[in-house]
């Protein structure tokens, strides 16, 4: 059973432990990821972007597909489905489709059109029982061709947009998608300090936590990070085992690589991920 990430963010800001959203690009990472949450007792959130969203033949596919793991694997610890950076019409598919939380980006429209735009999508979601995220401030790096500098949020735009009812709050602390480069300075956690006071209770999240040293991710979290999104981690890790595999020249047998085996190193190793982020983020035995 899917749920929204509302009471699963509560829980973690009060505990002082962050939940990781984990971006799902296929079966293999999916299957994955459910099986650690499981095994390590930790609420999860199955991040999807709307290109992803495209590559597995749509919302409706890919809603069936996770209620289906859910099932048949007996995942009973709490399982959000969320769309990552969603467009306003990305939004409402996902709402139409099933998805238990959405993401609406609409940090590149001007504040009063974000503001807008969110309160019709937050009044939307809520009637349906779906959580929704909102972001204030461009994260920077590339995501889905989308491109931020890293931008950090103004805490008075941040308190107009929590105050239209969204249930998280992404805002950008010098956060960035992809691998870090060499000159990144770091998290501002003087802006994480003055969002958090602006903003009371609401849980926050910290987008690209791909590659952010542990000690910051920590302290992060101890000023009211709730929720953390991995992805380019996963998608290093999957991307060299698998390239360890072909190059080892193994399951060949004279006809060509067995699919279900080429993708298994990738899938332990996306396995091993989940797991080392999950102690990180203090979630194990959290569901």
Request: aromatic share 6%; charged share 25%; glycine share 12%.
């Amino acid at each position: 059973m899917l749920v929204s990430a509302t009471e699963m963010m509560n829980k973690a800001r009060d505990g002082h432990y962050a939940v990781g959203q984990f971006n799902i690009n296929n079966l293999e990472w999916t299957k994955s990821i459910l099986l650690t949450a499981q095994e390590l007792q930790s609420p999860v959130i199955l991040g999807v972007s709307e290109g992803a969203g495209k590559y597995m033949c749509g919302y409706t596919t890919i809603v069936g597909m996770v209620k289906g793991m859910i099932n048949e694997l007996g995942i009973t610890v709490p399982v959000a489905l969320h769309l990552d950076h969603g467009s306003y019409e990305g939004a409402k598919k996902c709402i139409e489709a099933g998805f238990s939380s959405i993401m609406f980006d609409g940090s590149h429209y001007p504040i009063d059109e974000n503001i807008a735009k969110t309160k019709e999508l937050v009044e939307l979601a809520h009637s349906k029982g779906i959580s929704v995220e909102a972001e204030v401030g461009a994260i920077g790096g590339e995501e889905d061709g989308v491109i931020g500098k890293g931008e950090c949020a103004d805490p008075k735009e941040c308190k107009m947009i929590a105050d239209l009812g969204v249930d998280i709050l992404a805002a950008g602390i010098g956060n960035i998608h992809g691998v870090y480069p060499a000159n990144w300075e770091g998290l501002s956690f003087e802006t994480l300090a003055a969002v958090k006071e602006a903003v009371g209770d609401m849980p926050l999240v910290l987008h690209g936590g791909t590659g952010i040293p542990d000690d910051q991710i920590t302290k992060a979290i101890s000023l009211g990070v709730a929720k953390i999104n991995v992805n380019t981690e996963c998608q290093l890790v999957f991307a060299e085992a698998t390239r360890k595999y072909i190059e080892a020249g193994k399951d060949q047998q004279g006809k060509g690589f067995d699919p279900r085996k080429l993708l298994a190193p990738g899938a332990e190793a996306i396995k091993a991920k989940v797991k080392e982020k999950m102690e990180l983020f203090g979630s194990v035995g959290k569901a």
